[in-house]
């Protein structure tokens, strides 16, 4: 009998065993010491070749490139992704032939015009020769909802989604006083149109944060990572927040392995975010033993961000 009990026990843990070992690692790249007026375009190539991303697969395909302008002033320059990271990035898909377009829907403002302006981003495109789709007023078509954690049955992408071959989420580091912070799995809430969603976006908020950004991402075609952590936001981001510089880029193919290692960075414990808890496993891992440090480890370049002091994100403290 004890016997018996042993032996169904070691089955047990082999089994446990197996199914950790058959868990996929994915690699993030980190650099640290950069700055807007930097060598940004070289760091970038050379972390994309570090977590594999493949210039071959690349030449002759389109690239969208995804910023986050949700909503800028030329005051706060830590609320939006710096337009030199959007140039540095456009410049190495384009020496890797690819077709490059940017693409954004503010949630919070419906003149995107004045968005691209008030970045700083309708310089650099116009300088760069960079066409910008305007996402929030683009056609939408309905694909369904292929997380199905939320109640929404379908979302509604713009045509520009579905025309290129690889959407690059570049995202501006911040806090976030719902979601606890926002890196690039949140950006890809900027994919879905205003007009058929409005402004903000509510509907998302009502069928839960966590849920709906994890089924954005289970829904979307192929996505990586650049992240813009050069100068970030702490506090009550991600728009009344305060600036917090950084210096980093964090770059990868696996988005929810990148936002798993910005929580860390700033602070926060991925096990206790909630979308990162539903995407484990499921869209990536956030296990720190299966993701694979290229560059910089986190530990070195780790700097906790200020929160806003409520129960739900004090939960998502490291060691909370």
Do not use: D, Q, T
């Given at each position: 009998m004890l016997v018996g009990a042993a032996a169904a026990g070691a089955g047990l843990l082999g089994y446990r065993l197996l199914r950790h070992f058959n868990r996929p690692q994915e690699p993030v790249f980190l650099a640290r010491g950069q700055s807007y007026d930097g060598l940004l375009a070289r760091t970038i190539r050379d972390g994309l070749l570090a977590v594999a991303i493949d210039?071959?697969?690349?030449s002759g395909r389109r690239v969208l490139l995804k910023p986050n302008l949700v909503e800028p002033t030329r005051q706060?320059?830590?609320?939006t992704t710096h337009p030199?990271?959007?140039v540095a990035a456009a410049e190495v898909f384009r020496q890797w032939g690819a077709e490059v377009i940017v693409g954004e829907a503010p949630g919070n403002v419906r003149d995107t015009e004045m968005?691209?302006?008030?970045s700083g981003l309708e310089e650099a495109l116009r300088?760069?020769?960079l066409p910008f789709a305007d996402l929030n007023y683009s056609p939408a078509r309905p694909v369904p909802n292929k997380g199905r954690f939320s109640s929404l049955t379908q979302f509604f992408f713009p045509r520009e989604v579905y025309d290129v071959d690889l959407i690059v989420s570049l995202p501006k580091l911040k806090t976030h006083h719902w979601a606890g912070f926002t890196a690039s799995m949140k950006n890809?809430?900027?994919l879905l149109p205003g007009t058929v969603y409005g402004w903000p976006k509510n509907v998302f908020h009502v069928a839960g944060i966590a849920k709906t950004l994890v089924d954005i991402n289970a829904t979307a075609p192929r996505h990586v990572a650049i992240v813009d952590a050069i100068l970030c936001m702490e506090g009550d981001g991600p728009i009344m927040g305060t600036p917090k510089p950084l210096g980093l880029l964090a770059i990868g193919g696996n988005c929810t392995a990148v936002d798993a290692t910005c929580a860390r960075i700033i602070g926060l414990d991925p096990a206790k975010v909630p979308y990162l808890a539903l995407a484990a496993d499921r869209l990536g891992p956030t296990d720190e033993e299966l993701i694979i440090e290229r560059g910089e480890r986190w530990q070195d370049v780790a700097n906790p961000f200020q929160i806003v002091d409520t129960p739900h994100l004090r939960e998502m403290r490291a060691g909370g």
């Open positions: 210039p071959l697969w690349l706060a320059r830590h609320m030199a990271v959007v968005a691209l302006v008030e300088s760069e020769k890809l809430f900027g």
